[in-house]
Structure formats: C-alpha cells, structure tokens
C-alpha cells in the first residue's frame, strides 16, 4: 500500500494589528496591511504580505468596480 500523504494547506487572509513579519521578504507590515497565514503540513504558521503572497500564488488581483482588489483564495 502506498498511500500518499495528503498535503492540506490551509489559507487565510488576515489583517496586521500587531507587530507581524512577513516570512518571505521578512518585512515588518505595517498596521492594518492585509497578509495571508498559510499552516503548511507540519502545522508551522507562515505569513506573507501582499506582493509576497502574489508572487507565490497565494494571492491573486480581481477587478472590482472600485478597482482592483487583491482576493486570496484565487478560483482554480
Ligand atoms: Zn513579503
């Protein structure tokens, strides 16, 4: 039997209240930046701020009417 292990990555989109560093560019977002918590398969927490989670596909631009809106649950 081999089973592959499944890996679930559970996605959320947050906002910056206190002091949270981005773990891919390790920039300090500023408050009330929107970021993205992603729990990998270990369950370890990882934050990415905007253009971070875009350039991993986190993330992704759709247009609205007031603009562009940055949407974190991309459709696949
Ligand atoms: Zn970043």
């Known amino acids: 039997m081999n089973k592959r292990k499944e890996v679930t990555k559970m996605r ?3 906002i910056a ?3 949270v560093r981005c773990d891919g560019c390790q ?3 500023e408050h009330g930046e929107r970021y993205v918590v992603i ?3 270990e369950g370890k927490e990882q934050r ?4 971070c989670s875009l350039s991993c596909g986190y993330a992704s ?6 603009g ?3 949407s974190f649950f991309p459709k696949d």
């Open 12 to 14: 959320r989109g947050c």
């Open 17 to 19: 209240v206190g002091e």
């Open 27 to 29: 920039r300090l977002l």
């Open 39 to 41: 729990d990998d398969e």
């Open 48 to 51: 990415f701020c905007t253009s």
């Open 61 to 66: 631009y759709k247009m609205e009417k007031e």
């Open 68 to 70: 562009e809106v940055i």
